[in-house]
């Protein structure tokens, strides 16, 4: 089982920036990729942006220029960084992480983080 552990998430003005963190623990041979979902009231879960192993990066349209994802292999650990937020970047934001146990591919979800961004 492994476990995905989010912090950083909370209520800023539009502008501003904050950064999450995703630490995944349990039972890990290695993690393939690692990213960020976001839902806000009403919409569907989507992607914000996406990190492989070897360092791939993807991200949504709508946080290009804006946002960085990272993350430090070491310590399972991903990271966003989220700079001039907008009101519409307001959601819930998901941790997620493609794990591999050494024979098969697990999803796992984070409990999600609270971002809100006031104009």
């Known amino acids: 089982q492994v476990q995905l552990a989010e912090s950083g998430g909370g209520l800023v003005q539009a502008g501003g920036s904050l950064r999450l963190s995703c630490a995944a623990s349990?039972?890990?041979?290695?993690?393939?990729?690692m990213g960020w979902y976001r839902q806000a009231p009403g919409k569907q879960r989507e992607l914000v942006a996406d990190i492989t192993s070897g360092g791939s990066l993807n991200y949504a349209d709508s946080v290009k220029g804006r946002f960085t994802i990272s993350r430090d292999n070491a310590k399972n650990t991903v990271y966003l960084q989220m700079n001039s937020l907008k009101p519409e970047d307001t959601a819930v934001y998901y941790c997620?992480?493609?794990?591999?146990?050494?024979?098969?591919?697990?999803?796992?979800w984070g409990q999600g983080t609270q971002v809100t961004v006031s104009s």
């Open positions: 349990g039972s890990i041979f290695s993690i393939n990729a």
């Open positions: 997620a992480a493609v794990v591999y146990d050494g024979k098969y591919e697990y999803d796992y």
